[in-house]
């Protein structure tokens, strides 16, 4: 059994390397959007041509990236969607939503301060976690059946 | 052609109020998730019993709220989100996600402050508009075919 | 808003009464499997001629029977799985398991001695419920938002 | 063609070896859940923290094991589902009813004692064995046309 | 609960006209094939033009007779196919095929001459009746659970 | 049996008028995109605001337009799409194959000096047909089983 | 571009031999339900037990060939289904329809004195041909876009 | 992440091999339809035997065409159609209409000229380009994340 995960959400700390990391003796496959934040916001003008109004701006670039994003999720077994402790992060939950319409296995990384506020995607998760190695431990026991130590 | 809408996101403001009446001459239906934000975050537990921790009764509450929510989705020809001022409003951005996976007709109510961050969730949009009575001239436009003079 | 609800499981006590008649006020639309015990068991050689292997006797009743259990699951928005105390009730749990792959709303009704050995089917459940009272207090919240006194 | 099959139900003897040796000459890849019994109880509570609620400790463990189930039905072409002498055994109708659902071929391997009780599923299903080298045996005949001697 | 019932098959006999009058006192909803022999053989050429040859007169014809086969079966509970004695009747065993993968219920009027040859089509129905009045019957006990006298 | 008919295509003559005037005594339901054409083009800057660049002002309203063109067809049992003599009409030929992906009973009004290039939209199509009265007969022989005299 | 082909129907003859060996340089793979009649009638009662009752006896086996039957043809791109000059074939029109409501492209191979016979087999094909090289040569024209000399 | 592209549309001129050719880098996979004008127009009579009224000549042609196309856009991730200065190009918007039921990923290659004539085909797509490098582009920033220097 492989599993193919799409990992979703805040792009702004290390931890889809830890997880990656942390699975790599598994048989995992791992999917992202793109990370880099300036490419990924002027994705859509870089190619297609600017676009004065920032709303078109933004609309080009956001389509450019569903592209990945879409395939990345549609592809999944699992989502792991993170919320960061900054921003609005309606992408994240945008995603959460898309995979659990699918019917995807979502596991959903939250600190506790965002508990309330994230009732209705919590939910819908098969996991909450905290730590990006509680995800890893995840993937190990569903893959080997085997518990951290 | 009736057309059943689901109306979805901020509780604080009379925004489906607006919508509902502006369109009371056209043929559409109605729904919502329950807008009592005390029963909304109590009914899990005043049904079905105590929880001593606030994340199963947190749990157990959007469990109950997901039936409503599933249903308006999944009936629904027209998900109308709307983004307010305040707050994290990721159940509004999972509601959006859970709709385009599913190919609703999304419209989206938002505000320019929050143009950027939203910009995935517009990405996925059929049209983003600022204000209810917009959406009530697009409902009007797409069932009879007449614009606002 | 119109619930369509099948009510699927233990037929020895008078559950499915005591939810129709508590919910008798609501928008709501009940199905069922036959409950006659004697009835189901004999549906198939009573109408398509004996079979003198109760394997084949048993086998031609329940696919009739699963006529009705298909249509009922399939119309449905929520199904209700009641496990009662005795019996193996493996058609309730492969009622819950449709269920759950059709991405039904799914309420057990089950009693604690039995927590354990459902919690597969729980894990699936947007309520776990002991009381069919309870179910017609979450099919009026659903519907109207009103939490018990 | 290769055929991809879940062995479901019971874990307490050796018959997924049986079939799993039998099979070792045909094109075939085989999927199961955790069999350990111990990780697969306390799964939830090892990863993702303590519950002092029996029902909570289960339900994550529940729903952390749900991903490789999920996971290991819908790859699957073939669900084969045994049930055992003892216990309840609801998770191996759940699993009989997710499979049935999404149209997976199902096997059911049982005793004639749980016959009637179990009728619903074998009706279900495309056929009904008592040993595990009968399921051998219809591998090794789907997948190479050959009778048993 | 309502059964949409589509009645496919041989048209030479008056079996349809026995059934629906036969389940006149019941919530059911009838629909067939245009059973007028000469009008379905000629519908395509008649309306929109001449073939001179056959392969092609008749192509235009079945399409246009699809539309209605289509629709019958896709909004059906049940598709009761009817096997008589004579001609080929693949279309019959086409529907049978095509109700089956569309998950419909399926019921066969077929005679004990035919059984070997339509082994395959009986696998996949979940009732094998010879006689017009036991599918009367069946759908009687599907919607009120009583059983023939 | 009812019919449900989304009308696509040519907005310029008046073959709707002359099928829904034709179909007056059928259980038929007719639905069509917006045909004034100026109001088609103009509801997104309309009813959204107005646009500088030409792209966005036209991807406003055809957005818009899309919510009206997806209920249509995925709610119709027959798509008829006609193909007029002038202009590129891509939009028709879109939707034609949108109804062919979502397996609608397709209808193409078409003229012999277009037949080649419309050869593909036609090998989808259950009748191609050149009057808008064929398809009135199309629809009375579909539900009524009577021929044109 | 692998294509997966599936052979149905007629099993007298050696033409599933012609297409595959035609077909030997193309990317093409074939599967085709078991051809040894005896072990197809059979198989049944071989590995699960004696049935007395004749329609039990077969059933049982067609059930075992349905897993066959259904992998193969839910995993091709195309079924080709033959009808020979013998016997009632019924289960290649029901193999004929339960690819055509899956969306399989359908290949009919077929004589002229059947022509009447399989109209609406035939209307729901995209190819009807004669000679088992006429099936190859679609074949290498699909992959290769080379027509025969 | 392996993307599968179809490159449907315009047969005229290059642009499929100034796609492939640059993003040989890349890992992606492309298909496409039969781009040998005189061998798409004649395969069906080539194949099948000659029809004297070109309708069905074109006929039989465009549905063997079919199974390549319909192959190419299901198993694609994204859909390129390119719109020519020449020609009524229905099957390009065709394939389009098909790709965009499906939920595919969808890239529009037009030029201004025809940019109100596409408005309906641009409003499905995820990106609108005027040249196959841009495409090119498209694709290395989906894969890589990286932009155009």
Redesign the interface.
Known sequence: ?T?NIYLSGEIHTDWRDQIITGAKDLDVQF?SP???HG??D???V???GAEP????H???????????????IE?A??VVVR?GEK?????????????????K?LIVLSQDE???????????A????KEPM?VV??LR???K????A
Not at 58 to 72: C, E, F, L, V, Y
Not at 145 to 148: E, I, Q
Request: net charge neutral; charged share 20%.
């Open positions: 059994m599993l999917n793109v990370t880099d490419a990924s002027d994705c859509g870089a190619i297609l109004n920032k709303f078109w933004d609309h080009k670039g956001a389509k450019i990236n569903a592209i990945r994003t879409r395939k990345g592809e077994d699992i919320f921003y609005k992060q309606w992408n994240a939950a945008f995603d959460a939503g898309y995979a659990a319409a699918l019917g296995s965002h508990q309330h506020a994230l009732k209705e995607v919590h939910a819908a098969l996991a909450v976690a509680q431990e995840i026991y569903v893959l059946g085997s518990l951290p």
